[in-house]
Antibody, heavy 119, light 107 residues
Framework: EVQLVESGGGLVQPGRSLKLSCLAS????????MNWIRQAPGKGLEWVAS????????YYADTVKGRFTISRDNAKNTLYLQMTSLRSEDTALYYC????????????WGQGVMVTVSS | DIQMTQSPSFLSASLGNSITITCHAS??????LAWYQQKSGNAPELLIY???SLQSGVPSRFSGSGSGTDYILTISNLQPEDIATYYC?????????FGSGTKLEIK
């Protein structure tokens, strides 16, 4: 059974940093591209970042480019999102998700981790 | 950037009926479209990819169609468990974008 478990969320002050993790199991993590998607409270879904299986290709939404860094450790079956210079508008539930072999659609999702940016 | 315009925002329908949700892309996305279902308090789940391919395990009551800029999600024989918000998402190019969602209520 595929499982994606996010961790590392919490309450953080504006301008500070936070690092999210997503531990994968139940599939060969190193063969799949991974992504972060977020959802602000009561709002819709927003794609944040994507990384290919070998980290060769990385993409970011303009809203986080230069502030967030996606990375992965295939030996640890773990995806990361390093978030710096956090803003109140980054407050959201952050999901990690794998993407399908035939395109950047999201076939398996974690349950999400909440990040709240507030003073 | 490709904008996804989803409609309606809210839909109320009776059990056993069929409904359609539409998604319009601001440019040709060549069928690179997915649909998701998000039940209250849960993570989204993939229903359809490549506009019309049903994800494994998804009931055949769900179907997708469309091409170019216009796409449709159809749910036939509505069931109580279909209460959810539905989103479309294109993956033609980066940035990936979602529609604004359709909240489905059962009458």
């Amino acid at each position: 059974e595929v499982q994606l478990v996010e961790s590392g969320g919490g309450l953080v002050q504006p301008g500070r940093s936070l690092k999210l993790s997503c531990l994968a199991s139940g599939f060969t993590f190193s063969n799949y591209g991974m992504n972060w998607i977020r959802q602000a409270p009561g709002k819709g879904l927003e794609w944040v970042a994507s990384i290919s299986s070998s980290s060769s290709y990385i993409y970011y939404a303009d809203t986080v480019k230069g502030r967030f860094t996606i990375s992965r450790d295939n030996a640890k079956n773990t995806l990361y999102l390093q978030m710096t210079s956090l803003r109140s508008e980054d407050t959201a539930l952050y999901y990690c998700a794998s993407h399908g072999g035939s395109g950047y659609y999201f076939d398996y999702w974690g349950q999400g981790v909440m990040v709240t940016v507030s003073s | 950037d490709i904008q996804m315009t989803q409609s309606p925002s809210f839909l109320s329908a009776s059990l056993g009926n069929s409904i359609t949700i539409t998604c319009h892309a601001s440019q040709n996305i060549k069928g690179w479209l997915a649909w998701y279902q998000q039940k209250s308090g849960n993570a989204p789940e993939l229903l359809i990819y490549k506009a019309s391919s049903l994800q494994s395990g998804v009931p055949s009551r769900f179907s997708g169609s469309g091409s170019g800029t216009d796409y449709i999600l159809t749910i036939s024989n509505l069931q109580p468990e279909d209460i959810a918000t539905y989103y479309c998402q294109h993956y033609q190019s980066f940035p990936l974008t979602f529609g604004s969602g359709t909240k489905l209520e059962i009458k």
